[in-house]
Structure formats: structure tokens, C-alpha cells
């Protein structure tokens, strides 16, 4: 597609569950990150995956949080027990090289009950 | 630490006035700052800035780095309804190379 295509847009599921996030970002784009954003907070840098290299985990919140891109395409954010303080937009953003512009997908709405 | 922070946090005008937006950063390994738009949904990419005083433009809105003060600006003359949104200032660098975002500036444009 001609942008990065994030699914769903909006999940809402109860206190303990698993949910998984899907990012499928702008074709040939080597870099691709995840972020999330609370109510009137910036972007929290949650991931960042760059080519075959071993992914940037460092703003990963907990170890309930988890990521993978297979074949350097497609990724997927795991939250396992979900809690509350999970709820926010999850934004994944991709782009052509670590140092070019990133851009975003129109993020998942998480809303944790 | 890095850290990325604008001002003003919000700001109503009137159609036809022009706005400057500011953004401070204190970046490790500082390599670009951006800015971006956020309407409903998800950002969209306004400008990359790698270079001192060089002024960018797109339309009515431009911006320009100043690396030695380390920050940057955002204007947008003759503001229309539709610029209201959220603007976020990003810096890229830091130990790890990742984009550091500020909270953002609420832009509000009444008719």
C-alpha cells in the first residue's frame, strides 16, 4: 500500500487479556518503529527494528510488552495481561533508513476495561 | 537525559494571524530535528532539519534549526481552520538513534 497500514484501529478487551497490534509498513522501508500516545503525552518510543539487525527494546515499559517483524515486513506488538494503564494509541511508524523521516500509520485505539 | 520540549502547550487565534511555534531540545548525538502534524489521526511529516539558519518552506509554513541555541521554530502565516492540530517537534539522536518527541503545541484557528 502507499502508507503504513496499522489493524486494527480499534480494540477494546478486558483487564488480563493478550492483544496483538499489527503493522504493515510502506513498502521498502528498512526501519520500522512503535510508539505509543496517552492523553495529552508525546509519542513514547516503545521499539525500533532496523534491517537484520537485533531490535532497539529499550522503551519497552514491561516485560508483558513484546515485538516482532518477520521477513523485515510486517510487525506485531504482543501485550500479554493487559492492565489499564495499557490503554493509549499504539503508533507504528516506518521508514526508508534509520535517519529519513519516519511515517506513521494511523495508529490502534487500545481501550482496556 | 534527552529531552524535546515546546511552547506554547496551546494556542487559539484568528483566521489571517500568523503563529510561531517553538521547540527547545537537548539531544545526545543530535542529528535532525522534525516536525509533525497530528490532526485526528496519525502525524504527518512537515519538515526535516539538519542544518543551522537554513529557512525550510512548504506553503505557508516554514521552519528553521538553530544548532548553536538548540532550538527550532515552526511558522505558518495567514492560518486557515484547517492548520488547527496538534504539532510535534522531534529531535533524532540520542544513544540509540531514535526520534525524541516533545509533547506538542494544540494550534487552534477560529474562523
Known amino acids: 500500500g502507499a502508507g503504513v497500514s496499522q489493524s486494527p484501529s480499534n480494540k477494546v478487551t478486558e483487564k488480563g487479556k493478550d492483544v496483538e497490534l499489527r503493522c504493515d509498513p510502506i513498502?521498502?522501508?528498512?526501519?520500522l518503529y512503535w510508539y505509543r500516545q496517552s492523553l495529552g503525552q508525546g509519542l513514547e518510543f516503545l521499539i525500533y527494528?532496523?534491517?537484520?539487525?537485533?531490535?532497539?527494546k529499550s522503551g519497552l515499559p514491561s516485560d508483558r510488552f513484546s515485538a516482532e517483524r518477520t521477513g523485515g515486513s510486517v510487525s506485531t506488538l504482543t501485550i500479554q495481561r493487559t492492565q489499564q494503564e495499557d490503554s493509549a494509541v499504539y503508533l507504528c511508524a516506518s521508514s526508508r533508513s534509520s535517519n529519513q523521516p519516519q511515517h506513521f500509520g494511523d495508529g490502534t485505539r487500545l481501550s482496556i476495561l | 537525559e534527552d529531552k524535546v520540549v515546546q511552547s506554547p502547550l496551546s494556542l487559539v487565534v484568528h483566521e489571517g494571524d500568523t503563529v510561531t511555534l517553538n521547540c527547545s531540545y537537548e539531544?545526545?548525538?543530535?542529528?535532525?530535528l522534525l516536525w509533525y502534524k497530528q490532526e485526528k489521526k496519525a502525524p504527518t511529516f512537515l519538515f526535516m532539519l539538519t542544518s543551522s539558519g537554513i529557512e525550510k518552506k512548504s506553503g505557508r509554513l516554514s521552519s528553521i534549526l538553530d544548532k548553536k541555541e538548540l532550538f527550532s521554530i515552526l511558522n505558518i502565516t495567514a492560518t486557515q481552520t484547517g492548520d488547527s492540530a496538534i504539532y510535534l517537534c522531534?529531535?533524532?539522536?540520542?544513544?540509540?538513534?531514535?526520534?525524541?518527541f516533545g509533547t506538542g503545541t494544540l494550534l487552534a484557528v477560529q474562523p
Open positions: 539531544v545526545t548525538n543530535f542529528r535532525s
Open positions: 527494528f532496523q534491517g537484520n539487525s537485533a531490535p532497539d
Open positions: 522531534a529531535g533524532y539522536g540520542g544513544a540509540t538513534n531514535k526520534l525524541i
Open positions: 513498502s521498502g522501508h528498512t526501519a
